[in-house]
């Protein structure tokens, strides 16, 4: 990893009081050194939430338009370990390590929103339990809430998190099992 990282540990204590510790990573990386392209926007259509969720592909703009071409970005990727859920059925560890770490960074990137921010996330938006996409509506309910995620601007986050970071993302399957899991987020900066 190069010096121009900043990494900590975080330690997070749910509802119901257990403790749990994730590694925040941030790296300063010009916003032209991203890789995106709307091809990779391809990938949320195989997702069950396409066309089913207004921070998501076929609603979402392409990262240049949205990021109102802003010259740097704030990369910042939480990663959890998924043995902290352990004690449940495999299928559901990984979902619920990723909407744990996910949820963190949302609280983090809406603060840096509060302070006058474009942000993007990680995954779709979980804000509301039915998303006004599914009822056929453009407007959402929730518009101070609605996190676009990179991917749904056409962020390519293998690469990005392997040129910020050093690190591959992972995966759970039926044929393999994710050791950490991430979620990626970023705030954009216009030249002052």
């Not at 979402?60 to 990663?79: D, G, H």
């Not at 809430?145 to 990179?150: A, F, M, P, R, T």
């Not at 039926?174 to 900066?189: I, L, M, R, S, T």
Request: net charge negative; with cysteine; proline share 3%.
């Amino acid at each position: 990893m190069t010096a121009d990282i900043k990494i900590e540990v975080l330690e997070y204590i749910d509802e119901a009081g257990r403790t749990y510790y994730i590694e925040r990573l941030e790296r300063m990386l010009p916003v032209s050194e991203i890789d995106h392209d709307d091809v990779y926007k391809t990938g949320c259509e195989v997702c069950e939430k396409y066309g089913k969720n207004l921070a998501c592909s076929p609603f979402s703009p392409s990262l240049s338009a949205y990021s109102n071409n802003a010259e740097t970005a704030r990369v910042i990727c939480l990663r959890m370990p998924q043995e902290y859920f352990s004690h449940l059925a495999s299928e559901d560890k990984y979902l619920t390590c990723f909407r744990k770490v996910r949820s963190l960074l949302v609280e983090i990137l809406l603060d840096y929103r509060k302070r006058g921010y474009i942000v993007a996330g990680s995954g779709t938006c979980l804000e509301c339990d039915q998303c006004a996409a599914e009822l056929n509506s453009a407007k959402c309910k929730k518009p101070t809430k609605i996190i676009y995620s990179l991917e749904s601007l056409g962020t390519n986050l293998i690469t990005l998190v392997k040129t910020c970071f050093g690190i591959d993302l992972e995966w759970s399957s039926n044929e393999q099992h994710a050791d950490f899991v991430c979620a990626v987020g970023a705030v954009f900066y216009e030249v002052k």
